[in-house]
């Protein structure tokens, strides 16, 4: 497996509660992705980044944020966690950003919001 | 609106046979079509990448191929094993990131 650890691997929070996910990753890839997936949907992209401090928005950025202050990691936050953001959330990284690179995931966080 | 759609149904299949499955897109124009494998509670995993210019592409037991005109792909596993029981996703590139597809599981009975 890629060097991708996500954490933490599960976590059940309340509606309205902050909450960070953590993806870290021994490779020194540029480009770090955040995904959530959900039955019927597939993966969907939340944010992007593109090197330490470069982030763009995905396809669902609503209600989430992230950042990067090292080429290791990156940080997704829900400021405010509502019962639509349970899901399974998958970081992914990729040496380019370019379509051709394939990408390497992490295991994922299960996040379920009550 | 751009929409990905593969098989609908899960796909069951005698050990030995081949799977076949499709990825069918409309309003994307991609210049590479990648395949992953996900295992129940796992990330998934990279198969294979086919360009635009190739019309297809073989890895082991894996085909697939690439219809820019039918805007299809088609995904083969030859001699099918259980060990091949996952659910199998299809990505295009599309604005130099992947949009990918819902998935189709495929079950391989001994």
């Known amino acids: 497996d890629a060097g991708i650890t996500q954490s933490p691997r599960h976590k059940v929070t309340e509606t309205g509660t902050p909450v960070t996910l953590r993806c870290h990753q021994t490779?020194?890839?540029?480009?770090m992705y955040w995904y959530r997936q959900d039955p019927g949907h597939g993966l969907r992209l939340i944010h992007y980044?593109?090197?330490?401090?470069?982030?763009d928005k995905g396809e669902v950025s609503d209600g989430y944020s992230v950042s990067r202050s090292k080429t290791e990691d990156f940080l997704l936050t829900l400021e405010s966690a509502t019962s639509s953001q349970t899901s399974v959330y998958f970081c992914?990284?990729?040496?380019?950003?370019?379509?051709?690179?394939?990408?390497?995931f992490g295991p994922g966080t299960r996040l379920t919001v009550t | 609106s751009q929409k990905i759609e593969q098989n609908s149904e899960a796909l069951n299949i005698q050990e030995g046979k081949t799977a076949t499955l499709t990825c069918n897109y409309t309003n994307y124009s991609p210049a590479y079509l990648q395949w992953y494998r996900q295992d129940p509670g796992r990330g998934p995993v990279f198969l294979l990448l086919i360009r635009e210019n190739e019309k297809e592409k073989r890895k082991e037991r894996l085909k697939v191929t690439f219809d820019t005109t039918l805007k299809q792909s088609l995904f083969h596993i030859t001699a099918s094993q259980p060990a091949d029981s996952a659910t199998y996703l299809c990505a295009l590139e599309a604005d130099y990131k992947l949009s990918f597809g819902a998935g189709t599981t495929v079950t391989v009975r001994a």
């Open positions: 490779e020194n890839h540029r480009y």
């Open positions: 992914a990284i990729s040496e380019s950003g370019q379509g051709i690179d394939e990408q390497y």
């Open positions: 980044s593109y090197g330490v401090k470069d982030t």
